[in-house]
């Protein structure tokens, strides 16, 4: 029966130089046998490209964005889920001074600039401490929560996406395209936007994660490589 492996991968898939090369070749091993292997990550498509020109490593499918978008291995866009356009102008009126404001597209182009004829699928917001960046993600989800999640991620950002998806609903779009029973779905990863897919599949996280998810992971993997040798 087909297995599904999905990893967060900064801070997952990603701990190290030498840790990703062993993680590249458990991976190789693992899809030789029929599986799959998904990358769920935050990144937008232009920072995950670099990454994979710089680590060159194989994957089936990657879920952008924190879930907005899901690609397969031949670059193909599957789904795209924006930010409905008539509360974007009311968050950004609503926000408290920031370092810098980021929109990713659904064309998968980044912009500082707000563009109205193009769908929005993340807004990226920089803040000069945590405490801020804490604060206001729990403002968006508190006042904005019917239209938006927000998730605070490393550097002090927020991170805004539609509140119709996330990882875990990338992973049920895939799941079902590939005829996949749940029961065969792995995930790991150490952040607040890996919770729904911790809690929703068979989940796990790495060492060094968010105390919130590692309430909610099974048992902790000091790297994706390890969790590969028990699943196969």
Known sequence: MKKILVSDYDDTFYLNDMDIEENKKWVDNFRKKGNLFIIATGRGYIDFKEALTTYNF????????????????????????SIEQSIILKMIMALKPKNRILYFYDDLTESTEYIENKKVLKINLRYDSKDMALETAEMLNN???????????????VEIISNVTDKAKAIYFIANKEQTANDNIYTIGNGHNDIEMIKEFKGYCVTKSASDLKKEATCEFASVSELIKKII
Do not use: F, M, R, S
């Open 58 to 81: 194989n994957y089936d499918y990657v879920i952008l964005n924190h879930g907005t978008t899901v690609i397969d291995k031949n670059k193909n866009i599957l789904i795209n889920y």
């Open 143 to 157: 006042k904005y929560g019917e239209y938006v999640k927000a998730y605070p991620v490393p550097i002090n950002d």
